[in-house]
């Protein structure tokens, strides 16, 4: 039972982690956009966009930030 339960969860956790490599989060001042996987974050099975407030690498300092996923939803 628990190697079935432990085979489940690392499925969940690598789908979850390819989606969101998918989502991308982009600095609203300057542009600056990277994966949101890379950014530290994670969004699985979500439509649109949101919004957010994060540390630009690019403005350096603190931006809002728009996630989207670039085929679901306009931007």
Sequence with gaps: MFQSLSKSLSRLSAS??????????????????????????????????????????GCGKLEGMTIHHPTRGPL
Excluded: H
Excluded at 25 to 31: K, L, Q, S, V
Excluded at 34 to 55: I, N, Y
């Design 16 to 57: 979850v982690r390819r989606e969101s490599e998918q989502w991308r989060i982009r600095c609203d001042a300057c542009g600056r956009e990277k994966s949101l996987a890379e950014a530290g974050g994670f969004r699985w099975g979500g439509f649109g966009k949101t919004r957010t407030v994060g540390f630009c690498t």
